[in-house]
């Protein structure tokens, strides 16, 4: 079975710099990953993805410059570095992966196949 657990989120500043990490178990082998958001009274929304190997990797035009997706194949972690936060990145923040046999990323939730519980960050203005 596979599990998602995320971790790093919390309480900061505008400006501020989170780094969230995502602990994946169960997986049989590396597949692209993803992260996505749900603010308060809003639908999840894609934030960044990134591939098997980590070569290929994009965020959402709302983060870009801001946040950068990496991953540890070797610890089966895959890491969102958010720099420069605004109070409109408050949100649940979600880790999702891939079904195996896949190789890139994608920004479609519908593609992935297991989710993480999520982690609350908040910023604050």
């Known amino acids: 079975q596979v599990q998602l657990v995320e971790s790093g989120g919390g309480f900061v500043q505008a400006g501020g710099s989170l780094r969230l990490s995502c602990a994946a178990s169960?997986?049989?082998?590396?597949?692209?990953m993803g992260w996505f958001r749900q603010a308060p009274g809003k639908e999840r929304e894609f934030v960044a993805t990134?591939?098997?190997?980590?070569?290929?990797?994009y965020c959402s035009d709302s983060v870009k410059g801001r946040f950068t997706i990496s991953r540890d194949n070797a610890k089966r972690s895959v890491y969102l570095q958010m720099n420069s936060l605004k109070p409109e990145d408050t949100a649940v923040y979600y880790c999702a992966a891939r079904s195996s046999g896949r190789v890139l990323g994608s920004p479609y939730q519908s593609e992935y196949a297991n989710w993480g519980q999520g982690t609350q960050v908040t910023v604050s203005s």
């Open positions: 169960g997986l049989t082998s590396s597949v692209p």
């Open positions: 990134i591939s098997i190997s980590g070569g290929n990797f």
